[in-house]
């Protein structure tokens, strides 16, 4: 406050404006131009409308789409004894967040999930338009998660699982993880194609074994960007490009999940039990950001 006074002052000096003697009417001058000055920025800052979806609540949407999709009774996975189970119980999930590396700070700005119902594949997406809006954002993810879901992700032990259940912690939630079965199909895939192709990364997968053609589709790593453009308010078409990469993400785990229960391929191994120690130090490391912030 006193640095903005100083050049308040200064300014006025330079145009040959004398001060008042007053203190209090100096310190009454300066605060009213203070207030003009934070009304005008105010005034410029543009608040854009969001790109898609219904409002859930201040600082929250939500976006839905449905598509037709072959009918089967279910998915025969190798390790399970339960047989076939319904494809209802598999609930694929992914998130955009504004740091791929974790790091000080990293929150998820959208969370997506896609599931079978039927013969439609129903995809909904939770995203923030302003930062109020995270706990709510947590609060239907969770909600919207049955008792008897098996959670599927593509690096989600490592990275979205613990990011996620650091947030969970930071608003005294109770996170949905634990009490839920969550297959990671990256270690299956790494498993039966390291080296086939020049990485196993989902996009290069599902080029390669899956046949499916983008196209102009957003980089993963643009969307935080494409968040913080949106929320000062510059554009919203990249948020809306955004929407459109982790539906498209989505939609390929689950194409995925189906190629390897026909193949019969991803039977779980102790390697990837094992990778559950490095979803730990991650999740360790967010809760101790949090404990910064």
């Keep these: 406050m006193s640095q903005v006074g100083d050049r308040l002052r200064l300014l006025q000096r330079q145009v040959g404006h004398r001060p008042a003697d007053d203190p209090q009417q100096r310190t009454r001058t300066i605060r009213e131009q203070l207030r003009r000055f934070m009304a005008r920025r105010q005034r410029s800052h543009r608040t854009l409308d969001a790109p898609a979806g219904v409002k859930l609540s201040e600082g929250l949407y939500a976006v839905e789409q449905r598509q037709a999709c072959t009918t089967a009774t279910g998915l025969r996975l190798p390790w399970s004894e339960e047989?076939?189970?319904?494809?209802?119980?598999?609930i694929c999930f992914d998130t955009e967040t504004t740091g791929l590396a974790g790091g000080v700070g990293a929150k998820a700005f959208m969370i997506g999930t896609t599931q079978w119902q039927g013969a439609e594949l129903i995809t909904r997406q939770l995203y923030l338009t302003a930062l109020a809006g995270e706990a709510a954002m947590l609060d239907a993810f969770a909600s919207a998660l049955p008792a008897d879901a098996i959670l599927v992700s593509y690096n989600g032990r490592s990275y979205d699982a613990p990011l996620l259940?650091?947030?969970?912690?930071?608003?005294?939630?109770?996170?949905?993880?634990?009490?839920?079965?969550?297959?990671?199909?990256?270690?299956?895939t790494r498993r039966a194609y390291r080296g086939v192709w020049e990485n196993c990364r989902l996009i290069t997968i599902e080029r390669q074994l899956l046949g499916i053609d983008r196209g102009d589709d957003l980089p993963g790593a643009e969307a935080p960007a494409a968040w913080l453009a949106y929320l000062r308010g510059h554009e919203n078409r990249s948020l809306g490009r955004v929407l459109e990469h982790n539906r498209s993400d989505l939609v390929t785990l689950a194409t995925l999940l189906e190629h390897f229960a026909a193949k019969g391929a991803c039977e779980e191994t102790p390697d990837d039990r094992a990778s559950t120690?490095?979803?730990?130090?991650?999740?360790?490391?967010?809760v101790a950001i949090e404990n910064l912030e």
């Design 83 to 90: 047989g076939a189970i319904p494809r209802e119980r598999f």
């Design 165 to 188: 259940k650091g947030r969970y912690r930071m608003h005294r939630q109770q996170h949905p993880f634990d009490v839920r079965p969550h297959l990671d199909l990256l270690h299956p």
């Design 277 to 286: 120690i490095g979803a730990s130090v991650v999740e360790r490391r967010c």
